[in-house]
């Protein structure tokens, strides 16, 4: 039986400027930093303390653009955090670029959902949101 997610691939030019990013304004912890081919890295990246973690792989310039176009704008990853406006407004006091700013979520009729999206050096859209 499937229990868990356990990573998401996120494809970026520059491992080591997607690395910095990750673990520097997001403060995410570095699980795995390893040689993995020539010239690459397998790149484990997750929040503290995460059960699922993110692999930033490398791919050139030209296929992680094709990837971002085919996949429209929806976020390849989604965080959940205990305040998405407070969250959001610490991470952008850090350099985190917000192209979603924090907004009711059109999809709980509730109204109690809030989300937002990052997006990283490479363009790659995050989505971030809090609620039931």
């Known amino acids: ?29 570095v ?13 484990e990246v ?17 296929l992680a653009e094709l990837i971002r176009q085919r996949r429209g704008p929806m976020s390849a990853v989604w965080f ?6 407070a969250t959001c407004a610490e991470l952008a006091a850090r350099g985190v670029v917000f192209p979603v700013e924090p907004q009711p979520a059109p999809w709980d009729p509730g109204g109690a959902t809030r989300w937002a999206q990052f997006a990283d050096p490479d363009g790659n859209l995050s989505g971030v949101s809090s609620g039931p």
């Open 80 to 85: 959940e955090a205990d305040d998405v406006d």
């Open 46 to 62: 997750c929040p503290p303390g995460a059960q699922t973690y993110l692999v930033l792989a490398a791919a050139d310039a030209e």
């Open 31 to 43: 699980r795995t930093d390893a040689p993995y081919g020539e010239g690459a890295r397998w790149l």
């Open 1 to 29: 039986m499937i229990t868990n997610p356990k990573f998401a691939v996120v494809h970026v030019a520059d491992q080591q400027r997607a690395l910095e990013f990750f673990s520097g304004p997001l403060g995410f912890e």
